[in-house]
């Protein structure tokens, strides 16, 4: 299932999707050519130690080749949460369960939420 990219997808502006490929199963490959770190990015107000980056970064260089349609585990600290508020600029509301993740830019307010909400099986 290729739900927590068509998630992405469906959030972006029409720029954004064609920059992205025009279709969720270039989020992968578009996501890895974007890579960086995001020390900017706060979840639920903390930043990301300087390992914790790295390894973020390392996760979505990985998946650079990843078939959507085999799925994707989404983490309750998502590391494309992270470079979606860094790229998109926008704040993010992951709501996994009742549990709630909110990712947001270290400077400035105003910015665009996306809301996602997530059970054991599917995100939306």
Known sequence: M?????AVF???????KAKVGGRAA???RF???S??????VLC???ALTAKQRV?????VGEMRGHNVCTGYLTSFFEPYFYLCCALFDVDIRFNYCGAVASFSGAVGTG???WTFGANAGHIS
């Open 2 to 6: 290729s739900c927590f990219f068509d």
């Open 10 to 16: 469906t959030r972006l502006t029409p720029e954004w």
């Open 26 to 28: 270039e989020l992968p």
């Open 31 to 33: 996501f890895a050519d």
């Open 35 to 40: 890579n960086r770190e995001t020390p900017e």
């Open 44 to 46: 639920n107000g903390v």
């Open 55 to 59: 390894e973020n970064a390392a996760h």
């Open 111 to 113: 910015r665009p939420v």
